[in-house]
Every structure is written in structure tokens, then in C-alpha cells.
């Protein structure tokens, strides 16, 4: 039998085993099992309050389970000190609902943050890589500005850049386009594809807009034309590596392909579908 | 009976949180990486930015307390030994419970709405999320710089308070200069000194932890924030006040 820290094979990024979460006496969290494989994107979609974003804080390990066991790289991280996940938490980028940009830093300073814990960069090279970042986003302008001088969007792509900057190995995003008007979406859309495609990034992704969810499963990034297109195109069919969990009120609903979501019976998934 | 269970079960955990937190806070003093830029920001901040309001407390309380005394003393004929009964009551006792109340009612609410904030807005978490812990970043600079900015505090207040006294004492009772500062400063003991110092330095660390632990445990957005700076404000000043006795109680026992 495999030792609790080996149970996750090399493929498995992220892996959650009968993971329950409550607070203050009430269930957040049920049960819930799943593995995000590598390079592979799961889309996490739920009601308001159905426990997606505490689920992308367990895998970070900025919560803990009240039982089950969460593995992250081969490691389980459900029972480390703070301290302990550190190093692991080096491996993801998250990038949060509101941003959660440093008010005090510059756009520049912001993005930087993410290589302060990678000491042997030096200060022209993390310059270089934080323009870099900036660029990926197309915000290299607003380097210098405040978070309180960016609108909404422009906001969440500086939190892209903070994420994607020192290149982590899974990327966590909570509601990215949540709010923002349908073009800024569709930009932030573009970049998580991009992101999807060029570096084959292990993402979790929690949203409740359906439309972005099926442009994640149903486009790619093609380099040579730097657009996106369908993944019928030319006759091909293109694997996105993007896979659906539908959470309901703390339960797993639904797990597997857009095709199956799709044609899915269940009542609460046709309604929330619909 | 289960409300006054779950009330009592909530403060326990509280207090416990706040231990936690303060023995972290001072652990990290002693462990990298070290936040100068932050620790000298927080000084600054502290320190510097609570200067107006501290020589304005100490300039007045002096003056009023030189008022008061002289008042009493004229009855027995010796308003000569206002500026003693000044110097005693500002380096003991006022001048270290008034500077850390106001730095307290700045700094403390301060703290909290700021760690408030970020952790609504979730900048706590992505901190962690960074890699950065909360606690070096945050909490331990802002009580080396209070640790080291109350106690200076405290004494400008003091000597502020004394000018106050010789003002109402020279302008008001008519009381001769040397007279005034020779009492006063005959009268000072180095157990007076001990006391006027040891007290902002305890009340420093419940000036900021207070603040810190208040602004890390917010919740309920932006209604939450303002709930934890207020407080954070009251808890701030109640345990500087009953502190204050203990500190007193002990301090006389020690040097008796």
C-alpha cells in the first residue's frame, strides 16, 4: 500500500480525498474528491457560496481541512505549519477575485513581489521578467501607476502578470473575469488560453460565467496566427486538456468533459445551464 | 446556557490567538528575513506622526495639572512646590498612561483598519499566497517601532508637560523660574524614571499587537473593518488602564 505522501502519481498535480470543510458549525465543503492532472485545466463552476473559492484556498493550503487529505505535487500539504508550505505555495500562482493587489506598490512592485522569494534573480533580470509579465498582459505602461489608478480589468490583468511572473508550475484563478464588462472578459479569456496552450500550466479555474468556461473548453491558442480558434478547425479536433467539476451546495454535481456537461439529465445542471 | 458557552468558548480562543500572535511576533525579531524599510516606514509613521497630538497632551496636561496643584498648595502656603508635584505626576504616571492612550487611539485603530482592509480585500492571503508571512511582514515591524518609538514618546511628553507646568506657573501663579525647575527636578528618583519607562514600553506591545491582532481577524467587509478599528481602539485603552495598576502594584513591590 502507498504512503499517504506518495499516493499521487507523477501525473497527478493536485489531488483532494474525501476533503470536508465547515465554519462556524455549517458544511462548506462535503466529501469532495478529484485529481487535476498535469497540463490539464479544471473549470469549477457553482452557485454563489457553493465552496468554489475556499476549494482553490485548500489547494493553496490558506485553509485547512476539517478532514480528508490534499496532495499537491506528490506532497500533502492538509497537515503542514505555515512555514512547511511556503516552498509549495513557490509552485502556484493564484490570482485572486478582486486582484488583491498591494495598495502601497506600484504596478511594477506588485508583479516584482512574486520574485522577491526568488532570491538568486538579479535586479536586472527580474526587471526583465516583470516587463516581461506586464507585456504577456499588454499593461508594460502602467508599471509605475498605483493599483488605485487602474480600472477594474486593468487590475486583474497586473494580478495575471503577479501570477504568471515567476512561472509557476499550477495556476489558481478565482473568478477572473467576474464583473468586468464582456470585452475586458474576453481579453482576460485570450490570456488564460494563451497561458493554457504555450506553457501547458496545470490550472484550476472558478467561475460562474458559463460563457467564458465553454470559450476555455471549446478555443485554443494558436501560436503561428497569435489568435485564438476553434478546436474543430481545419478538420482537427484539438484536445483543450479542459475538464468541468460543477460543485452544489458543498457536493460534487458533475465532473468530466463540456460534451458531457452538455448532454447531462440532471435537473440542477439543466438548470444551471440553461 | 449554550450562548454563554459558545461566548465563553470565543474568548478563550480569542486570548489564545493573541498569545499565539504575540509569541510569533517576538520570535521573529530573531529570525530572517528582517523588514528594515518596513520597521523604519512604521517609525516614522508611529513615532513622528503621532508627535503633534503628544506634545499637545503633554503641553496641556502639564499646564492643567499645574493649575489643579498650585490651587490646592496655595491652601497651605507652598505653591512653591508646584513644579515638583508636576514632575512626579507627568514622568509616573501621566505622561506614560496619556501618550500611549493617544498613540493608542491613533496607532491602534491605525493598524487595524489597515490589516483590516487587507484582509478583505484579500491582500493578507495573497501574501501568503506569495510566500510572505503575515506575521514578519506585518505584525513585527510595527511592534519594533512601537516598542522603540513610545517610550521616546513618552518622554517629549513629559518634558512638554513640564513646559505646560512652568507656562501656567510663571504666567498665571506668578511663581518664580528656578523655583519651579529646581523642585521639580530635586524631586525626580531614579525610581521615578524606572516607572515612567517601563510602562510605555509594556503598553507598546499592547498598542500594536492589539491593532494587529484586531485588523488580522477581521471579517464581515468593509462594515467588519470598521467594527475591528473601533475595537481595537477600546481594548487598546482598557488594557493600558489596567495594566497600568499591575505595572504600578509591582513595580513599588520590587522597589520597596
Redesign the interface.
Known amino acids: 500500500m502507498a504512503t499517504p505522501a506518495t499516493q499521487a502519481t507523477q501525473d497527478t498535480i493536485v489531488e483532494f480525498d474525501r476533503v470536508s470543510l465547515g465554519f462556524g458549525g455549517k458544511p462548506v465543503l462535503e466529501e469532495i474528491s478529484f485529481e487535476l492532472k498535469h497540463g490539464e485545466t479544471k473549470i469549477i463552476l457553482g452557485a454563489t457560496g457553493s465552496g468554489k473559492s475556499v476549494l482553490l ?1 485548500l489547494a ?1 493550503g ?1 485553509l485547512q481541512p476539517d478532514s480528508g487529505r490534499i496532495w499537491v505535487l506528490g506532497q500533502e500539504i492538509s497537515s503542514l505549519h ?2 512547511e508550505l ?2 509549495i ?2 509552485r ?1 500562482g ?1 490570482v ?3 486582484g ?4 502601497s506598490l506600484t504596478v511594477g512592485e506588485n508583479v516584482s ?2 520574485l ?2 526568488l532570491g538568486e534573480l538579479g535586479a536586472e533580470e527580474a526587471e526583465r521578467r516583470v516587463r516581461e509579465a506586464l507585456r504577456f498582459v499588454e499593461l508594460e505602461q502602467a508599471i509605475e501607476k498605483f493599483p488605485s489608478e487602474l480600472s477594474g480589468g486593468m487590475r486583474r490583468r497586473v494580478a495575471i502578470a ?1 501570477a504568471l511572473v515567476s512561472e509557476p508550475e499550477i495556476m489558481l484563478y478565482d473568478s477572473p473575469t467576474a464583473g468586468l464588462d464582456p470585452i475586458t472578459a474576453n481579453r482576460i479569456v485570450t490570456l488564460i488560453i494563451k497561458r493554457r496552450d504555450v506553457s501547458r500550466v496545470s490550472s484550476l479555474l472558478v467561475t460562474h460565467r458559463l460563457q467564458d468556461a465553454f470559450e476555455l473548453a471549446s478555443f485554443y491558442y494558436d501560436p503561428g496566427q497569435e489568435k485564438l480558434l476553434p478546436v474543430g478547425t481545419n478538420g482537427s479536433r484539438r484536445e483543450t486538456h479542459t475538464r468541468f467539476l460543477v460543485l452544489r451546495e458543498g457536493e460534487i454535481a458533475f465532473h468530466g468533459r463540456l460534451e458531457e456537461l452538455v448532454a447531462a439529465r440532471d435537473p440542477y445542471l439543466k438548470k444551471f445551464l440553461a | 446556557m449554550g450562548l454563554l458557552n459558545d461566548l465563553a468558548k470565543n474568548w478563550v480562543l480569542a486570548v489564545q490567538e493573541f498569545i499565539l500572535l504575540s509569541i510569533r511576533a517576538v520570535r521573529n525579531i530573531f529570525r530572517s528575513p528582517h523588514y528594515m524599510t518596513d520597521v523604519l516606514r512604521q517609525m516614522d509613521f508611529i513615532g513622528f506622526g503621532s508627535l503633534p497630538i503628544v506634545v499637545l497632551t503633554g503641553f496641556f496636561t502639564g499646564a492643567v495639572l499645574a493649575l489643579q496643584m498650585s490651587k490646592t498648595l496655595s491652601t497651605f502656603g507652598e505653591t512653591s512646590i508646584t513644579g515638583q508635584l508636576v514632575m512626579l505626576s507627568l514622568v509616573r504616571e501621566l505622561g506614560p498612561v496619556l501618550t500611549s492612550l493617544m498613540v493608542a487611539g491613533r496607532n491602534s485603530s491605525g493598524i487595524a483598519s489597515e490589516l483590516g482592509s487587507m484582509m478583505v480585500s484579500e491582500q493578507i492571503d495573497a501574501m501568503r499566497a506569495l510566500g510572505t508571512d503575515p506575521s514578519k511582514k506585518l505584525v513585527t515591524p510595527r511592534l519594533l517601532a512601537t516598542v522603540v518609538m513610545l517610550p521616546m514618546l513618552t518622554i517629549i511628553s513629559d518634558f512638554t508637560g513640564m513646559l505646560g507646568g512652568f507656562a501656567t506657573s510663571f504666567f498665571m501663579i506668578h511663581l518664580n523660574p528656578s523655583q519651579y525647575w529646581t523642585s521639580a527636578l530635586h524631586a525626580l528618583e531614579f525610581e521615578d524614571i524606572f516607572q515612567g519607562l517601563v510602562k510605555p514600553f509594556v503598553f507598546a506591545f499592547i498598542v500594536a499587537l492589539v491593532g494587529c491582532y484586531k485588523g488580522l481577524t477581521t471579517h464581515g467587509g468593509t462594515e467588519g473593518v470598521g467594527r475591528s478599528t473601533t475595537q481595537a481602539v477600546v481594548l487598546a485603552s482598557v488594557l493600558i488602564l489596567v495594566s497600568d495598576f499591575f505595572i504600578t502594584k509591582i513595580i513599588l513591590a520590587v522597589l520597596n
Open positions: 484556498k493553496l490558506l505555515e512555514e511556503f516552498p505555495r513557490q502556484f493564484m485572486f477575485q478582486e488583491a493587489l498591494f495598495d513581489y512574486a522577491e522569494r503577479r
